[in-house]
């Protein structure tokens, strides 16, 4: 309409050269964009199936050729399994132990319960894994948790449980309190209301926890690389540094594929999410 | 003298029964529905303050104590450490390597969250609100891809990119064989981060200026206001405290980040060595544990400020 009303006055042609300009620096704007954010990730999408894969992009010579020789791979798979173990660990640790707490807290006023909160609000964002990765390496050492899963479980379980509790205490304030309130009439104890009726209930906050927790854990390289050391229980995200020919020269031909078999769950399980939920927690799920 | 007492009984009776009433009222307007009380609830909760406390605030103040002795990875002073004192804050105050690594930070913070992401972001999310639909969720999809790629294999991406011989900028460019990680090291770390993060930028923007009125832009665009006047007029006032948020969310991610590591690993000669990365190399890689707590426990402070201005922020913004 304005450029209608344009071509109706004298000063027609400065309006439209400018509107002409502005279209042409949108769409400039928008190729720079999506060239920057595109053309790393077509290395992802060719060379897994070329069979010459190089580090430059180009139209691959199609083959499956690179995930049978990833298939026969000792260890790569195995890799993936560890992912799934440390990850389905973490995300269990914080969900049962998550719930518990951000239910109590968000039902009972325990006393100082506002700046528990906060503390941990605090903790969980200046304690991160890098600053405090000395002593909780001697940490492990001591308790010997070194080289175990189950002490990266603990490590990264207690470094995201600030946030779960308090995006789940949000979530369970958000639950009618009617329900309870007749199923504790009907003489139900506190563990099997939460269970019956707090967790159908939180089931979105649940599941999106879960997603986020998986999330976390699949991508984090720092915490396994300090504190696994038997290449049969390392995860993928550290194992994938380990694939060289026998030349010392990366092998293309594995880590590409590869890379591709360990992005695609956390990028189908991100879009389910955003199509499912949307993206209204995405302030902590990924740092 | 027993009237009295029947007086004080009776009062204090009262007062019980009051007592009980408002506690009674008291639980039902805090809403514990399923009758935990205060006892089952700290039940609740304990386990998991037991995990923070073990493994997430221990090896926090254990930092403190490891940063004034000179305990190192291996050799005597691994079994026999002893107490130096402030010596290793000493130290790396005056320590060269320390002070360039803190620049470094400083710089690739700045450039890499603040300017890169920040900027990146907002100028997107902006321009998506002027562009057809279809076209804002082809871009937003792939920001968002960059982000969501776990860091092992967005730091591969990167290397294929920016390989001296192979390298898919090179090719695009005519550069010949110009190794960017060697030659570019910070430069290099910066680009790559802004490329991993701008996605958070871009939705906390996007959403932010989906609230702004879109009355207020009609009429500033009826009163004649160009593009710049109209950002600063109307759109900035309004995503103000959207600006701070992210920038100091944004701020404490970059400063923690470990990914550079896995493109440069510090190197060439401490020219990419961040924070991060230089605690790595400093107490795993020498062995030097305590200096290295020191220097970690400075991190924790700087993130302790960062992350105080940020809870005061959104105080303020509550009241």
Request: glycine letters at 8%; a positive charge; zero cysteines.
């Amino acid at each position: 309409m304005n450029s209608m009303q344009a071509t109706a006055d004298s000063s027609a042609r400065p309006a439209l050269m400018r509107h002409f300009l502005g279209l042409m620096g949108k769409t400039l704007f928008i190729a720079l964009v999506l060239a920057f954010f595109v053309i790393p990730v077509l290395w992802l999408v060719f060379a897994p199936f070329d069979a010459h894969p190089s580090l430059t992009i180009k139209a691959p010579q199609f083959t499956f050729h690179n995930f049978e020789v990833l298939f026969q791979t000792p260890g790569a798979i195995a890799s993936l399994g560890n992912s799934i173990i440390l990850a389905l660990g973490t995300m269990i640790l914080v969900l049962v132990l998550g719930a518990l707490a951000s239910y109590a807290l968000s039902r009972v006023k325990i006393p100082g319960r506002d700046i528990l909160l906060y503390t941990l609000l605090l903790l969980s964002s200046i304690i991160t894994g890098t600053a405090a990765m000395v002593p909780t390496f001697l940490l492990m050492v001591k308790l010997g948790l070194i080289d175990s899963q189950l002490g990266v479980i603990l490590i990264l379980g207690s470094g995201i449980m600030p946030t779960v509790i308090f995006i789940l205490k949000d979530f369970m304030d958000s639950i009618p309190k009617s329900y309870e309130e007749s199923a504790r009439i009907y003489g139900a104890k506190p563990l099997r209301i939460l269970w019956d009726v707090g967790v159908p209930l939180a089931r979105p906050g649940l599941a999106t926890i879960a997603v986020w927790a998986v999330v976390q854990v699949w991508g984090n390289f720092l915490v396994p690389y300090i504190l696994l050391q038997t290449p049969s229980r390392t995860p993928a995200a550290v194992v994938i540094y380990t694939f060289y020919t026998e030349g010392g020269q990366p092998n293309l031909a594995l880590i590409s594929a590869f890379s591709l078999l360990f992005s695609i769950p956390v990028i189908a399980m991100y879009f389910f999410v955003n199509t499912r939920y949307g993206f209204r927690f995405y302030g902590g799920i990924k740092s | 003298m027993s009237e009295i007492d029947a007086d004080a009984a009776a009062s204090q009776k009262l007062r019980k029964s009051e007592r009980v009433k408002r506690k009674g009222n008291r639980t039902s307007e805090d809403g514990d529905s399923a009758g935990l009380g205060k006892g089952r609830a700290a039940a609740f909760v304990a386990p998991a303050m037991l995990l923070i406390a073990i493994f997430l605030v221990f090896p926090a103040l254990w930092t403190l104590y490891l940063g004034l002795t000179n305990y190192r990875l291996t050799g005597f002073a691994a079994t026999h450490p002893r107490f130096v004192g402030i010596d290793n804050y000493v130290n790396a105050l005056t320590d060269s390597r320390f002070l360039n690594s803190l620049g470094l930070t400083l710089l690739f913070v700045l450039g890499s969250a603040v300017i890169g992401q920040s900027v990146l972001g907002f100028a997107i999310a902006w321009m998506m609100t002027r562009v057809r639909k279809g076209v804002k969720s082809v871009v937003e999809f792939f920001v968002l891809l960059a982000w969501i790629v776990p860091s092992s294999v967005s730091t591969f991406l990167w290397l294929a990119l920016l390989d001296r011989n192979n390298g898919t900028l090179n090719t695009l460019f005519g550069t010949g064989t110009t190794a960017w990680l060697l030659q570019f090291p910070m430069q290099s770390i910066i680009v790559f981060n802004t490329w991993v993060g701008t996605a958070f930028s871009m939705l906390l923007f996007s959403s932010a200026l989906g609230a702004v009125p879109p009355t207020q832009l009609e009429s500033s665009k009826i009163a004649g206001a160009g593009a710049w006047a109209q950002l600063r007029d109307v759109i900035f006032p309004h995503i103000r405290s959207h600006v701070l948020t992210n920038t100091i969310l944004i701020t404490l991610w970059t400063f923690n980040t470990f990914t550079p590591y896995l493109l440069t690993a510090g190197g060439p000669d401490h020219r990419s060595e961040i924070l991060p990365v230089y605690i790595y190399r400093l107490a795993l890689s020498e062995g030097s544990l305590g200096q290295g707590s020191a220097v970690s426990l400075i991190m924790i402070l700087i993130n302790l400020v960062i992350a105080l201005v940020y809870l005061r922020i959104l105080r303020e913004k509550k009241s």
